[in-house]
Nanobody
């Protein structure tokens, strides 16, 4: 049984940074492609970043150059480093497998970018 627990969200001013963490239990991080997703108020959940099992990374155009996904296989943890945050990055952020598996959605972590 895979469990995903996100943390690291918070309130940050525009231009600021946050580092999100996703601890994965029940499955080795290195064996799966993992993704970060987000859902803003009133919008559909969208994909943000992906790290493949081989370590290749991919990003949505809206975050390319600002966000970095990486992982620590020894800690079974996937990270999302978010820099130069904008108000439009405000959302609940989730991690999941890639492609996402419905039963593995967790509570997410709220990121609010506001002055």
């Amino acid at each position: 049984q895979v469990q995903l627990v996100e943390s690291g969200g918070g309130l940050v001013q525009p231009g600021g940074s946050l580092r999100l963490s996703c601890v994965v239990s029940g499955s080795g991080v290195s064996r799966n492609a993992m993704g970060w997703y987000r859902q803003a108020p009133g919008k559909e959940r969208e994909w943000v970043a992906l790290i493949s099992s081989s370590g290749s990374t991919y990003y949505a155009d809206s975050v390319k150059g600002r966000f970095t996904i990486d992982r620590d296989n020894t800690k079974n943890t996937v990270y999302l480093q978010m820099n130069s945050l904008k108000p439009e990055d405000t959302a609940v952020y989730y991690c999941n497998l890639w492609p996402a598996t419905a039963r593995y959605w967790g509570q997410g972590t709220q990121v609010t970018v506001s002055s």
